[in-house]
């Protein structure tokens, strides 16, 4: 493949559960648009969708358990990176501890790049559950004192397809609640979940009067690449707290059939 990538991309709901339909195009169209031509993006979800995925930390541990297993997957068949594409960032810590893969998380990824581009950011949410839980991931990567309150809609992930049939009002409610945390200070908006992201990019919304509105997944994908490149170099991050009899231990319970 010459200086290509295999990419495992991972996202925390099911590949074929119909309400991700619409967004799982969407996602796939906009990779081909932003990787290099030589990086390859397959994209891999769970075996089913867990309810209240978005937000409950039952639910989040049931997907993580299955997140780790295809990372040391990914890792045994020879991608070059593991992105995270679900902004719950599921598996944060336990895939750095059990695989050796440059390895991005999308929310992590965003909220740094965000700090980089703007003096503070704040989220921008279809719902208030989701906000809180963005917000609380972003307190836990030390980010807190950059974020402002930010906005959200009353939304439910079965509202994603009728999003895209009647797009105009759902587009102007995310606008005036995004003006509420541009008045907050925040200098640059942060999408979440990555469907809203999608839904935004995909009707030409990426500023807001004036505010960048970040593409968190585009973002992810090249700090991917980036990283490899890094790695290539010699450049990578830090080891596993774990010694290699414990990984070894750890991983081959994630491996086992349940």
């Known amino acids: 493949m010459g200086n290509g990538a295999r990419i495992?991309?991972?996202s925390c709901s099911a590949e074929g559960d119909a309400i991700w339909g619409v967004y799982q195009e969407s996602v796939k169209?906009?990779?081909?648009?932003?990787?290099?031509?030589?990086?390859?993006?397959?994209?891999?979800?769970?075996?089913?969708?867990?309810?209240?995925?978005?937000?409950?930390?039952?639910?989040?541990?049931?997907?993580?358990?299955?997140?780790?297993r295809n990372a040391i997957q990914a890792e045994q068949q020879g991608y070059a990176a593991?992105?995270?594409?679900?902004?719950?960032?599921?598996?944060?810590?336990?895939?750095?501890?059990?695989?050796?893969?440059?390895?991005?998380?999308?929310?992590?990824c965003a909220i740094h790049l965000a700090c980089q581009l703007a003096g503070k950011f704040a989220f921008l949410t279809h719902n208030r559950k989701i906000l809180e839980k963005m917000e609380r991931i972003a307190r836990g990567y030390g980010l807190g004192e950059r974020m402002v309150d930010g906005a959200s809609l009353d939304l439910?992930?079965?509202?994603?397809?009728?999003?895209?049939?009647?797009?105009?009002?759902?587009?102007a409610a995310f606008v005036s609640e995004a003006r509420k945390a541009i008045d907050r200070g925040a200098g640059i908006l942060l999408p979440a979940g990555n469907p809203v992201n999608m839904f935004l990019l995909d009707h030409g919304v990426r500023t807001i009067e004036g505010v960048p509105v970040l593409d968190s997944f585009g973002a992810a994908v090249k700090t991917a690449e980036m990283l490899v490149d890094l790695a290539r170099m010699g450049i990578t991050r830090g080891g596993s707290p774990g010694t290699m009899e414990q990984r070894e231990g750890l991983r081959a319970h994630y491996r086992s059939p349940r």
Do not use: K, N
């Open 156 to 171: 439910t992930y079965r509202d994603f397809r009728r999003m895209y049939e009647d797009p105009e009002p759902v587009l």
């Open 29 to 68: 169209r906009h990779a081909r648009r932003i990787a290099r031509p030589e990086t390859e993006i397959e994209f891999h979800g769970v075996g089913t969708t867990f309810p209240g995925i978005d937000h409950l930390d039952s639910a989040e541990h049931l997907a993580t358990v299955e997140v780790i």
């Open 82 to 108: 593991f992105v995270m594409i679900s902004t719950i960032d599921a598996g944060h810590r336990e895939v750095r501890e059990l695989t050796d893969l440059p390895a991005v998380f999308i929310t992590e």
């Open 8 to 10: 495992w991309a991972q």
